[in-house]
């Protein structure tokens, strides 16, 4: 936790914040923040600053026998500053298990994406839809966890689409308009197609990572259709929580 | 598992493999690969090739009452194919925590690393060095895992260095010599010396990843007399597991 993420039911008044649970844990247990010490806040969505840890004992609870086990603490906050540039970068993911899905949503905050569309392939285990890490909760948890990691505060959106066909045909030609089109995926043949590093202007990308057991030719068919091109990473199969930082070093 | 990875050991003639633990059930139950399918093998630091499955009913277990429950299968084994190309580039990792230090030994393998050198740091807690994780048999085990997902076979070496400042100023030196060395780390002033990914030729790098608490400044000027040059990744604070591959993804 790098930057402490406030949310608007964390303001007691215009300037100060109240915190329990993880933060509060975090800010004692692990910077072990004294009184006055200044930590790095942001306002979800909203500007970052600093926050000045205010006294846990103000006059409302020097009460007699005295509480020594605070379960809150406050800070005095200064939002001034601009979150950092977002990375142009639209991702569409081949829904992943529970873990790896985890992982991703967390890596991709950090790395500044702000769109994610978790997309259905055909070989996506079915069952994997009903996994509760797919919940609006648990999906913001762990963006959460990675915009506090990369100190930034601005939420990515996450869209689920279930049906490929629909989503490639209708919906995509429209998201990859302006951008550039990627789709993690060895091909073996035409290289001329293959989407070339020389481009990596400073533009706006749409990059596909599809399942573990691969896309399959009639989805990179639909893709390529829909304006996609393929960018192949090698002989190596790489996992796809590696696939995105690598792909993102290489355009930006 | 992309590539099932044979030892010695599991040589019971010069083209058939007995395997038993982890790959038979993978192969079992994760394959469900029947008779006379192929398999894609390796040899450890060797060959890869192909591996055909070989009835588990062999004339000396056709006893009566029959065995249901295998515990091992046969491969017939084709070893003709070189192993990928490795990645020029030397890791150097503060030692991370055990779970973040699996998981990049893991990647690291994956991605074609060929050595990896665990160094301490400042910020390196020093009770970290006695992780059970920094056994040899836990490390493999990463190791193994990550170019069974890469489709590779050539084990990468790890060496383990405790002590920060002689390594840096009597190792590094030679072991940076012909490489482009890199270090992670912001650099705040001094943009002239900071690397430029223009001369992103074709040759060896060697790259140092510092500890999540960051590099201290005499640590950062230890390692530039010794001759690396700093490589500022953008303002947001990456998680060690993803700074790796996007470099890698910068670089090659």
Chains 1, 2 share one sequence.
Request: aromatic residues 6%; contains cysteine; charged residues 25%.
């Amino acid at each position: 936790m790098n930057l402490i993420l406030l949310s608007d039911a964390d303001f007691i008044s215009p300037t100060r914040v109240r915190l329990s649970g993880r933060r509060f844990k975090h800010i004692q247990e692990i910077l072990k923040a004294q009184e006055g010490q200044h930590l790095t806040v942001g306002k979800i969505n909203g500007l970052m600053g600093q926050g000045t840890v205010v006294s846990e004992e103000t006059e409302q609870n020097l009460s007699f026998p005295r509480k020594r086990e605070s379960t809150y603490i406050e800070l005095e906050v200064k939002l001034d500053q601009k979150p950092p540039q977002a990375l142009h970068l639209t991702l569409i993911l081949a829904l992943p298990r529970p873990p790896m899905l985890k992982r991703i949503l967390f890596s991709a905050a950090m790395l500044g994406i702000k769109k994610i569309i978790i997309l259905n392939f055909n070989r996506v285990e079915k069952s994997l839809w009903n996994s509760s890490v797919l919940k609006i909760a648990a999906m913001e948890e762990q963006l959460i966890l990675g915009l506090e990691q990369a100190k930034d505060t601005v939420m990515p959106e996450v869209l689920l689409k279930k049906r490929f066909k629909p989503f490639v045909q209708d919906e995509l030609p429209g998201l990859i308009k302006g951008k550039t089109a990627l789709v993690a995926h060895p091909e073996k043949v035409v290289t001329g197609t293959t989407f070339s590093i020389k481009s990596r202007a400073c533009h706006d990308f749409l990059l596909v990572i599809g399942p573990e057991g691969g896309i399959l030719d009639f989805e990179i068919s639909l893709l390529k259709e829909a304006g996609c091109q393929t960018l192949d990473l090698g002989p190596r199969i790489l996992r796809t929580d590696s696939v995105l930082p690598l792909v993102v070093g290489r355009l930006f």
